[in-house]
């Protein structure tokens, strides 16, 4: 059973991927996707994405940290992925789900999902290019409008060449809606015979049962829930494994949150800025699941510095 951590952009950074898979439960992550346009890019934007890279490709805790590409060029997919294949990335990823207006303008991310020969194209050339080892896979999403390109769009996927297919039960007109549909990741599966991630709406170990009992997999992707939850992944794989075992209380939660600025702060340029940035945003993610984050969001959001914000979550949850 594979519990991927999922890329999200501006958010699950190299420093998230080191609280969250410590905590464990994780076998693999994905980074934040890195945008080919048409070119090479240098070494230094890859180490940037992924620092895991000059650690042999994983976390500090030991989780191998799958580099995501988002582009609409085979060729230039395919000379860098062969880059990060030498560089050390343990995988290669390719994101066909970014609903972002801008990158679907400039051919990537969702909207490719209208064109299932391209994304044969985009797949087959990253394959040719990366060393047979080393696993290359694509995110999809169900569709752009609607649901009906799913499995052709699978197909491609898995004609192409991919080791196994990640899919957010979502078209990219849903966004980000609960309830994300399910019931298509047990026909994608069935369709196909390459391994399948289900993705979208796992926030509970109970989300989890329900949605391995709709899909038939086993396998999935924890995005949002992965930060409201922390101690979803491994809450998860004790129960396959058929153990019990305590959710992460808020104490231990709250020194994840006070270790964070901690990391954030030898590459911090903005005087702080940006560390009260990320704390709130995890903060909002952790309301969901915590009374304590939810409380202590309502006493800290008119702060602007991260020492009063620590200090007064330290204080009053
Ligand atoms: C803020 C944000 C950033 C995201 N960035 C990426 C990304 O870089 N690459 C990608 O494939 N998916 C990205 N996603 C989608 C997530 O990986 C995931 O598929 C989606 O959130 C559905 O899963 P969930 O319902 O468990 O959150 C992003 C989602 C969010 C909310």
Sequence with gaps: MKIHLAPMEGVLDYHMRAILTDLGGYSHCVTEFVRIIDRLLPNKVFYRYCP????GGQTPSGTPVIVQLLGGIPEAMAENAHHIAKL???GID???GCPSRLVNRKAGGAVLLKEPHRIYDIVRAVRDAV????PVSAKIRLGYDDCQPALENAHAVQAAGASYITVHARTKMDGYKHPAR????????EAITIPMIGNGDINTLDDYRRCCEISGIQDVMLGRGALANPGLARQIKANTQGEDIEAITWPTILALLVQLPELLKPSDISNGR???TRLKQWLTYLRSHYGEAQSGFQQVRAFKDYETIIARLQLHT
């Excluded at 060393?131 to 080393?134: D, E, S, T």
């Excluded at 399910?182 to 599966?189: K, V």
């Design 52 to 55: 895991e890279l000059r650690r």
């Design 88 to 90: 050390g990335a343990p």
């Design 94 to 96: 390719i994101n066909f």
């Design 131 to 134: 060393p047979a080892h080393i």
């Design 182 to 189: 399910w019931e298509w990741l047990a026909q994608i599966n």
């Design 274 to 276: 940006y560390i009260t």
